[in-house]
């Protein structure tokens, strides 16, 4: 089956640091850009970070701009997620999926057609923050 499988979340204090993981099964990722996503209980899906095919271009969402980076290492098909500086608001489960670019920084991507378009959704792994 085609997809991503995330890992590494877990239960984190706030202030704390975790490294999530996202690594393709049946594919590979060089030639697509990867978004990862998050989800809070009674919210919409939102994008967190994008990283393109070459890794040479990044967004990020406000939120959690100078907290968290993405990075990729595609020898391993896999893309990274560190998350530093957690806080309660962090508290989701994080997905990432494939799509040609990244969408554009500061743009919201829930109910657009470049959602639509997101390909190999994995099940997501639980980040929970909390004291």
């Known amino acids: 089956q085609l997809q991503f499988v995330e890992s590494g979340g877990g239960l984190v204090q706030p202030g704390g640091s975790l490294r999530l993981s996202c690594a393709a099964s049946g594919f590979t990722l060089d030639y697509y850009a990867i978004g990862w996503f998050r989800q809070a209980p009674g919210k919409e899906r939102e994008g967190v970070s994008c990283i393109s095919d070459s890794g040479g271009n990044t967004n990020y969402a406000d939120s959690v701009k100078g907290r968290f980076t993405i990075s990729r290492d595609n020898a391993k098909n896999t893309v990274y997620l560190q998350m530093n500086s957690l806080q309660r608001e962090d508290t989701a489960v994080y997905y990432c999926?494939?799509?040609?670019?990244?969408?554009?920084?500061?743009?919201?991507?829930?109910?657009?057609?470049?959602?639509?378009?997101?390909?190999?959704w994995g099940k997501g792994t639980p980040v929970t923050v909390s004291t």
């Open positions: 999926a494939a799509h040609e670019t990244c969408w554009a920084q500061g743009t919201a991507v829930h109910g657009t057609s470049y959602y639509d378009d997101l390909a190999y």
